[in-house]
């Protein structure tokens, strides 16, 4: 991803805790990140990816930034995917940004929750949740 083309992208989410890839379900094509609870935050904090046609990514991101993807970091993805450019209308390319590294999602939805104090958690559902952000492209 060419760091140079970020100046039109827009930041849509962030926060300072460490997420960890958590879970990804083929059946469903779900990604989900987890900040587990620490010393300051007592409980999970859940990045859900549905519908995920193509990613790349590092096992972990402090302090996380996601970000629209630029129109050149689109078609890089898109291109990556091989998803024609028709696809970006029910595709949300999203780059991933960390002081630990980076990556991005090509998915349908993304929602950040708020979730229980176990780490371990259930699974990608879970009744203790709160939607606290999430986005979808817009057509």
């Keep these: 991803m060419s760091s140079k083309n970020g100046a039109s992208s827009v930041v849509m989410f962030k926060s300072d805790r460490t997420f960890r890839v958590w879970r990804y379900g083929v059946g469903h094509s779900q990604l989900l990140l987890r900040a587990v609870p620490d010393s300051v935050d007592t409980a999970c904090l859940d990045l859900r990816f549905e519908g995920v046609s193509a990613m790349q990514l590092v096992q972990h991101y402090k302090s996380i930034e996601l970000r629209s ?30 002081r630990s590294g980076s990556g991005f999602v090509l998915c349908r939805s993304v929602t950040a929750e708020r979730g229980g104090e176990d780490p371990v958690g259930s699974d990608f559902e879970c009744e203790q949740r709160s939607v606290i952000w999430s986005s979808r492209p817009q057509s």
């Design 69 to 98: 993807a630029s129109m050149v970091e689109a078609e890089e993805i898109l291109g990556f995917s091989g998803i024609s450019p028709s696809g970006r209308e029910i595709h949300l390319p999203v780059v991933l940004r960390s």
